[in-house]
Nanobody, 122 residues
């Protein structure tokens, strides 16, 4: 059974930082892309960041470019999201995604984590 387990969420003041982690088990994502999505209150789930199987290519939503950084440790089957300069509008449940493809594609997500809450106070 594939599991993606997020950690690192919490409450932070605007301008602060958090680092999310997502540890995968039950399947190796060594050769597959991974990513992060989020769903804010009353909003649809949206793409935040993605990283290719090799880690050479990264992708970001315009709203987080320059503030968030995605990285991965292929040996640990883990993906990270460093979030800096957080804003109240970043408040959301953040979900880890494991892809069935080597690069980030629209229909490529095969597995989801259970989500971790990030709350940014003003």
């Amino acid at each position: 059974q594939v599991q993606l387990v997020e950690s690192g969420g919490g409450l932070v003041q605007a301008g602060g930082s958090l680092r999310l982690s997502c540890a995968a088990s039950g399947r190796s994502f060594y050769s597959y892309a991974m990513g992060w999505f989020r769903q804010g209150p009353g909003k649809e789930r949206e793409f935040v960041a993605g990283i290719s199987w090799s880690g050479d290519s990264t992708y970001y939503a315009d709203s987080v470019k320059g503030r968030f950084t995605i990285s991965r440790d292929r040996a640990k089957n883990t993906v990270y999201l460093q979030m800096n300069s957080l804003k109240p509008e970043d408040t959301a449940v953040y979900y880890c995604a494991g892809y069935r493809t080597r690069i980030i594609t629209i229909e490529g997500v095969a597995y989801w984590g259970q989500g971790t809450q990030v709350t940014v106070s003003s």
